[in-house]
């Protein structure tokens, strides 16, 4: 007979669930373990797939877990944040300005894990659904941390344009338990240690209206999108409104204090999208916190960094490096 237990897994030690008229049923696991990885290279092997979360009406949570091969002791893990506008995207595709697997590649080289994962967009659940779904990600991973050999005091996280938002936003919140969302894992602790911040949007407040190249979205892409339903992320992000007060909880400068982790901030100053000013804003609060961070600016690059492709390699490398400081490696 079987029931979930704290972990999430089925335990046969213990009874089953009892459905009325008295039949025993297992209890439905609210996430999976992590398996066994694939050896995809000789610096890499990587979990995929895994279910980190489930939650009633919505898809499993996904993610992918690359362990570096070469490591004896327990490494750290950066966990990587796609971006897309809150709206699309997925936790295996980088930026077509990042080389393929470059991300993920470069930590494990280094000799830091790291787990890239799928959250939810914003009209599958307005915010804090996100946020509820990385912390929920981030206490997985400290849920299986021996198993995995990871250090689960060592912990980064890394985002590019939404992403960005989304790791800023770990950063400023771990001690914020009505952030934490009820999903996956529990007992454990949602901060990381370090935050890189690609383009991230800081105020949904200032952030002025993006203005799309006409073809960018085919009607094809917007087709599931309620009529009269602005597209601006912003307000999708907060379910369709302009409300200044929802706009403001959903932003990262709403929660910037003396706690929060290290920030390395890095931006383009010809960012069409997310206008370098973003990272200004998130970087005076942080400063006026006595909050210690960095930034860094890139002449002449657009979002994604279009426009410093030749750059990119080094642009990346620093990131790297900065988690190798931060977090430190074996």
Known sequence: MTVEDATGILDPARPDVSRPGGRDVP????????????????????????????????????????LPRQASGPT?????????????????????TFAPNSVFRLLNEAGIAC???????????????????????????????AELNIDPDRFGAWGESAGGHLVAL?????????L???????????GVSAVVDFYGVSSLVDIPPMSMPEGLFPAALTAAVPPGMSLQ??????????????????????????????????????DGLV????????????????????????????????????RM?????SAVRYFSRKLGTP
């Open 27 to 66: 209890a439905f696991p609210v996430f999976d373990a992590p398996g066994t990885p694939e050896q995809v290279s000789d610096v890499s092997a990587v979990h995929r797939e895994i279910t980190y979360a489930r939650a009633i009406g919505f898809r499993p949570l996904k993610l992918d877990i690359w």
């Open 76 to 96: 750290p893990l950066v966990l990587w944040v796609h971006g897309g506008a809150f709206q699309l995207g997925d936790r295996r595709e980088l930026p077509p």
């Open 115 to 145: 787990a890239t994962a799928d959250y939810r967009h914003s009209l599958e659940a307005p915010f804090p659904a996100q946020l509820h779904d990385l912390k929920a990600a981030v206490r997985y991973l400290r849920e299986f941390a």
């Open 170 to 178: 770990l950063g400023l919140t771990g001690n914020h338990g009505d």
């Open 180 to 190: 934490e969302g009820g999903l996956g894992a529990q007992g454990h602790s949602s």
């Open 233 to 270: 992320p912003e307000y999708m992000l907060v379910g369709g409104s302009d409300d200044p007060e929802l706009l403001a909880a959903a932003s990262p400068v709403s929660y910037v204090d003396a706690g929060a982790a290290p920030f390395l901030l890095v931006h383009g100053d010809s």
């Open 275 to 310: 206008p370098h000013s973003q990272t200004d804003l998130l970087a005076a609060a942080l400063a006026e916190a006595g909050v210690e961070h960095e930034v860094v600016t890139i002449e002449g690059a657009d979002h994604c960094f279009f426009g410093a492709e030749d």
């Open 313 to 317: 390699a080094d642009i990346l490398d």
